[in-house]
């Protein structure tokens, strides 16, 4: 097991200004384990109720996601709902219920604790923290987080972040953690905190990447049709890290390559409701993305 994966998998309403879709599938672990799948073959964390529906169990398994982390538990699958303005970079919760992952305590199955990479997708910091205390040396912990935690768990989330290789965020949630308006200022705060990456999604003005010694930034893939935001960021994360872990190195060439699949993952992700245009996706489509991002960028 080289990717390990840890996030929620939910059900979501969500509601754009052209449409409403009620109980579907996301979860940051569901849409960052499907992105990461067209490079590795991640093991996944995570708990779902009787609700969760099958079939998403049976493609994890078609895409060669090992779900033996994955827990059914009687109860409910974590709910979320938001909803976009015209803006589809503003987005507002509107209920958030926590059912089955109240009482989940994380075991991780013994062929996980071996991981390289482990990605403390979104999700409770107290859980990304008991996973992190479950693995045995990994060359390389990423962390995502919301601003649901940054609001209600900022001690426990920094708690976490001083503990982690990586740091990807939005540029909201940055500025919300460090109090700094600048995004650059910003992520020099963050690498004070702990990460020696950090990553700041920038949603349709595309990614920044800062590191003690280089920066790098990547534009958003330029696209007219966004039907729905969701799981962009964890996508981003799945795509960013599931290259890594394939390519097996954290050269920086490699970082910067993993940055434009994260990029070309989460341009994927927003172009369908939920998880369908993850689930309709081919590597072919990401390879001829990508050399179309080295044409934009070319000059
Ligand atoms: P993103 O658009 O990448 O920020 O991720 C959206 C996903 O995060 C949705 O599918 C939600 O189900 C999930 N989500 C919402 N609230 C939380 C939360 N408090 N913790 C973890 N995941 C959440």
Same mark, same amino acid.
């Given at each position: 097991?080289?990717l390990?994966?840890v996030?929620?998998?939910?059900?979501?309403?969500?509601?754009?200004?052209?449409?409403?879709?009620?109980r579907i599938?996301?979860?940051?672990?569901t849409? @960052? @384990?499907?992105?990461a799948s067209?490079?590795?073959?991640?093991?996944i964390?995570?708990?779902?109720?009787?609700?969760?529906?099958?079939d998403t169990?049976?493609l994890?398994?078609?895409?060669?996601i090992?779900?033996e982390g994955?827990?059914v538990?009687p109860?409910k699958?974590?709910?979320?709902e938001?909803?976009y303005?015209?803006?589809?970079n503003k987005?507002t919760?509107?209920?958030?219920?926590v059912n089955?992952?109240k009482?989940?305590?994380?075991?991780l199955p013994?062929?996980?604790r071996?991981a390289?990479?482990l990605?403390l997708?979104?999700?409770?910091?107290?859980?990304?923290?008991?996973?992190?205390?479950?693995v045995?040396?990994?060359?390389?912990?990423?962390?995502d987080?919301m601003n649901y935690w940054i609001?209600?768990?900022a001690?426990s989330?920094?708690?976490?972040?001083?503990k982690?290789?990586?740091f990807?965020?939005n540029d909201?949630?940055?500025r919300?953690?460090t109090g700094?308006?600048?995004l650059?200022?910003?992520?020099?705060r963050?690498?004070?905190?702990?990460?020696?990456?950090v990553v700041?999604?920038?949603?349709?003005h595309?990614?920044?990447?800062l590191s003690?010694d280089?920066?790098?930034?990547?534009?958003?893939?330029?696209?007219?049709?966004?039907?729905?935001?969701?799981?962009?960021g964890?996508?981003f994360g799945?795509?960013f890290?599931?290259?890594l872990?394939?390519?097996?190195?954290?050269?920086?060439?490699?970082?910067r390559?993993?940055?434009v699949y994260?990029s070309i993952?989460a341009?994927?992700?927003?172009?369908?409701?939920?998880?369908?245009?993850l689930?309709?996706?081919?590597?072919?489509?990401?390879?001829?993305?990508f050399a179309e991002?080295?044409k934009?960028?070319?000059f």
């Amino acid at each position: 097991m080289s990717l390990v994966i840890v996030g929620t998998f939910n059900l979501d309403t969500i509601e754009t200004p052209q449409e409403r879709r009620e109980r579907i599938v996301g979860g940051s672990g569901t849409y @960052c @384990c499907l992105a990461a799948s067209f490079f590795t073959a991640p093991g996944i964390v995570g708990v779902v109720g009787e609700d969760f529906p099958k079939d998403t169990l049976e493609l994890f398994k078609a895409k060669g996601i090992d779900t033996e982390g994955l827990l059914v538990k009687p109860g409910k699958t974590f709910f979320w709902e938001g909803r976009y303005e015209d803006d589809p970079n503003k987005r507002t919760t509107i209920a958030t219920e926590v059912n089955v992952l109240k009482s989940f305590r994380p075991q991780l199955p013994d062929h996980y604790r071996d991981a390289d990479i482990l990605f403390l997708a979104n999700i409770d910091p107290d859980l990304q923290e008991d996973i992190l205390a479950q693995v045995n040396n990994p060359r390389l912990v990423a962390m995502d987080t919301m601003n649901y935690w940054i609001q209600t768990r900022a001690a426990s989330l920094l708690n976490v972040l001083n503990k982690v290789d990586v740091f990807f965020a939005n540029d909201e949630e940055v500025r919300m953690l460090t109090g700094e308006l600048n995004l650059i200022t910003a992520g020099k705060r963050l690498l004070e905190k702990g990460p020696s990456l950090v990553v700041i999604k920038k949603g349709e003005h595309g990614a920044l990447l800062l590191s003690k010694d280089f920066v790098f930034v990547v534009p958003a893939y330029p696209s007219e049709t966004v039907v729905d935001p969701t799981g962009a960021g964890d996508s981003f994360g799945g795509g960013f890290l599931g290259y890594l872990d394939n390519v097996d190195s954290y050269a920086e060439e490699d970082i910067r390559k993993a940055v434009v699949y994260g990029s070309i993952l989460a341009s994927f992700t927003i172009e369908k409701f939920g998880i369908d245009r993850l689930k309709s996706l081919s590597s072919d489509e990401i390879e001829s993305r990508f050399a179309e991002f080295q044409k934009l960028v070319t000059f």
